[in-house]
């Protein structure tokens, strides 16, 4: 029987820009630097693990 750890798993969030307040779903583990699609406002930066999110963070999805 396989256990997977749930702390490990990785997972979507909502968030909301700072700017325009456009809310859009990044990947919380993001390898390239994440834009607001519609202002262009960096939400998220990589950072080799857990991306950097400068955004609000509304919820998250597992």
Do not use: H, Y
Request: aromatic share 4%; net charge negative.
């Amino acid at each position: 029987m396989v256990v997977l750890n749930r702390e490990n798993r990785s997972s979507f969030v909502k968030v909301k820009c700072p700017d325009c307040e456009n809310e859009q779903i990044i990947f919380e583990k993001a390898s390239t630097v994440v834009d607001c699609i519609v202002c262009g406002t960096v939400l998220a930066e990589t950072t080799g693990g857990k991306a950097l999110i400068k955004a609000e963070i509304v919820s998250q999805f597992e």
